[in-house]
């Protein structure tokens, strides 16, 4: 996946391509936030409307990191309504209540582990388990995206995925 660079004068036309040319990945990854094939379809849209408008108006230097950002933002925000949805719908709203000190500190703690155990993997395991687990493509599209059969990614994966469970292991007996 290449980063596109949006001329200096903001281009809704270079917006409208990197739009384009991001719409099947873009799709993906909010089917994966979202569970749902059409809702992501219509975030999509509307954050692709939303780049449009933004390079409209300024210069944007990663218009696709941009409209990945927007389409996060979407889905969690319509995610977050439709929950509060259900609870009034069920009668209640129970407040969300902010997470204690020491648990934000642990939290962290084990997303600077799993972020160190990934970085110790292989570059090729790496790769394999960041287009899986992350990107959700299939063991197949990582074979022609890679150039590696598709038993070679199933090796790849099931062994970072291996050695990631054994680090953190030990890391957590420690």
């Not at 749902?36 to 975030?43: F, R, S, Y």
């Not at 933002?73 to 129970?94: C, I, K, P, T």
């Amino acid at each position: 996946m290449t980063q596109m660079q949006a001329p200096v004068g903001g281009d809704a036309d270079a917006a409208a391509g990197v739009y384009a040319e991001s719409y099947t990945d873009l799709t993906r990854f909010l089917r994966r936030l979202c569970a749902d094939a059409a809702l992501a379809e219509d975030l999509a849209q509307e954050a692709g409307m939303r780049l449009v408008a933004a390079m409209r108006n300024e210069s944007i230097d990663h218009p696709r990191a941009f409209l990945f950002h927007v389409a996060t933002n979407l889905a969690r925000d319509h995610l977050r309504r439709s929950v509060v949805a259900r609870q009034h719908a069920e009668g209640f709203v129970e407040p969300d209540p902010a997470p204690a000190t020491d648990q934000v500190a642990a939290v962290r703690q084990e997303v600077a582990l799993v972020t160190r155990a990934i970085a110790d993997l292989p570059p090729r395991a790496r790769a394999v388990l960041q287009l899986a687990r992350i990107e959700g493509y299939s063991q197949k599209e990582i074979a022609q995206r890679l150039g590696i059969a598709p038993k070679t990614v199933e090796n790849h994966l099931t062994r970072a995925l291996a050695q990631l469970s054994a680090r953190l292991r030990t890391r957590g007996q420690q």
